[in-house]
């Protein structure tokens, strides 16, 4: 085996693709978690209130004093924190997808192939934004879409989530579970987006009613891209 091949083996590891995971948790831990149990408290709560405001009201119309008014705090307080409603705006998705890939590096511990590292991952991603809706409404219909996440702390974070995605489709490849060759991002655009717009319609519409089972069974059918003469299967 040559060079390449074997750093890809080792690339596509259980051991190393539980690494990049806990790498990727360890960059989006909120500066918080070096703060005193006080403070921490605090900003919870601000980011809570915010989630419910930008929900409520949209992310153009909210302001500083709406959020502290839901939080039942002083304006000056929120300033003690973050220098404004875009910083906040970015915060808010911050912290709930270092849970989520907390929650995903949790699964990824009971599966080993690739097809249950995507299948899981694309799956969690609805379920997560069914369990927190004002979260989801804030980042899905409000800050995903707004010019401001194209640069700095959130633009990596979502690239980063695009990543692990792709990175579960090259170890298919490589561990032959199918065929190489994918144009990789045009991949995972396909799935990200499928997934993402149940879970916008489900948002504005609560239709699927069940969000969690008709992603599950729209997954089932979108894993054919991976191999459209021998479809993955979970059996």
């Known amino acids: 085996m040559g060079r390449e091949g074997a750093l890809a083996e080792k690339e596509f590891s259980d051991a190393e693709w539980l690494d990049s995971i806990d790498r990727l948790i360890a960059r989006c831990m909120p500066e918080s978690t070096r703060k005193q149990d006080r403070s921490r ?3 919870k709560e601000i980011l809570r209130a915010a989630m419910r405001v930008f929900a409520r009201d949209g992310l153009s119309s909210a302001r500083i004093s709406d959020i502290a008014a839901e939080a039942g705090i002083p304006i000056s307080t929120i300033y003690e924190y ?5 910083e906040i705006a970015h915060a808010v998705p911050v912290a709930h997808l270092c849970r989520f890939f907390q929650e995903y590096r949790a699964l990824s511990e009971k599966k080993s192939t690739a097809y ?4 899981n991952y694309l799956y969690l991603s ?3 934004a069914r369990r927190n809706p004002d979260w989801a409404r804030s980042l899905y219909l409000e800050i995903w879409p707004s010019v401001s996440i194209a640069q700095g702390e ?11 995605l792709i990175r579960a489709i090259r170890m298919g490849e490589i561990r032959g579970e199918w065929p190489a060759g994918h144009n990789h991002y045009e991949t995972a655009a396909i799935m990200i987006g499928a997934v993402n717009q149940m879970i916008i319609t489900w948002l504005m519409m609560r239709k699927p009613k069940d ?12 894993m054919v891209l ?7 299967s979970r059996l």
């Open 41 to 43: 408290q605090r900003e």
């Open 82 to 86: 973050y220098s404004g409603k875009e």
């Open 116 to 119: 249950d590292h995507v299948w």
């Open 126 to 128: 609805a379920d997560f």
């Open 154 to 164: 959130i633009k990596d974070l979502f690239d980063d989530y695009v990543r692990i």
């Open 211 to 222: 969000l969690s089972k008709s992603v599950a069974a729209m997954l089932d059918r979108a």
């Open 226 to 232: 991976l191999d459209p003469v021998n479809p993955p």
